[in-house]
């Protein structure tokens, strides 16, 4: 009897195997042909960054380059200006990516661990930052930073960064620390630990995927960031790597291989902070949809 209900269920499983077998097939060629649709933008600018002038006109946007036009990258750095605008996107991304996922990551602790009275109002007043779309905080945003004469310097620009960039990584901080067992956090502190020691050696370590994938975000947004640089950042040589991208495409719009080649070093270093996190950023994801 036994072995006869083994033999049923096999050939259940085999049936349910084969009944899936389509759906995975119709599945897969759903994601090949979705990232087909996001791949070929980046295949067309970066054949079309590496073609001549003439090459350009004359073959198909798809085919590979023949020769390998280096010079449309060296003549787009030099005639952009790029090394200034590089270096400033550096600057403030540097500073302000890992600062804001440290500031988040203590306040969302506090929030979630510390017993306060107003800790709910707390956690409303932080979350409202998320929820005013910044674009029509721009004016007042200019106007109050003019006032503090922080315009065209990189405090001027970091600290708005801050404001809206905060809110959001302490709403997802705060929801994996509650999430975490109380006991872990209670252990510790009975043993004499302080609330800062407890996050330092055991929520932090925890949650290191997750901010992982918090710094691939804030440093993809941080450093694509283009309508609040363009409102505080008015002298060419504070201009971040958008602003100078945009200068450069007014200048020499019909140049197509300097222009995608200035592209391509704008993309490329969020590309290299994406696949040097990627790990982390996939195992993030999981841990807080499992958490969540």
């Known amino acids: 009897m036994t072995a006869l209900s083994a033999s049923t269920v096999r050939d259940e499983e085999k049936v349910v195997r084969l009944r899936r077998d389509p759906l995975l097939i119709a599945l897969w060629i759903l994601l090949a042909a979705v990232a087909l649709v996001w791949i070929a933008p980046f295949i067309f600018i970066t054949f079309t960054a590496l073609k001549t002038g003439s090459e350009i006109m004359t073959t198909n946007a798809f085919a590979p380059p023949s020769t390998v036009a280096v010079e449309n990258f060296s003549g787009a750095w030099v005639k952009g200006n790029f090394s200034t605008t590089f270096f400033n996107s550096v600057i403030i991304t540097v500073i302000k990516v890992p600062l804001g996922l440290m500031i988040s990551a203590m306040a969302a602790y506090a929030l979630a661990r510390i017993k306060l009275r107003w800790n709910k109002l707390l956690l409303v007043f932080v979350l409202f930052g998320a929820m ?115 200068s450069f495409q007014g200048q020499f719009s019909n140049n197509y291989g300097q222009l995608n080649a200035a592209i391509v070093m704008t993309v490329i270093p969020a590309v290299i902070v994406y696949l040097i996190f990627q790990r982390y950023f996939v195992s993030g994801l999981t841990s807080g949809a499992i958490k969540g």
């Open 132 to 246: 005013i779309p910044f674009q029509v905080m721009l004016a007042p945003l200019f106007t109050l930073v003019n006032s503090l004469g922080l315009i065209d310097t990189y405090i001027g620009i970091i600290l708005p960064y801050l404001a809206f960039g905060v809110p959001y990584q302490v709403f997802i901080l705060h929801g994996f620390f509650n999430a975490i067992p109380k006991e872990l956090s209670e252990a510790a502190l009975i043993d004499g630990a302080s609330h800062l020691t407890t996050f330092r050696r055991i929520f932090l370590p925890i949650s290191l995927p997750v901010l992982a994938a918090l710094l691939i975000l804030d440093f993809v947004a941080t450093w694509n960031e283009f309508a609040m640089a363009l409102v505080l950042l008015q002298d060419k040589h504070m201009w971040t790597l958008p602003l100078g991208l945009m």
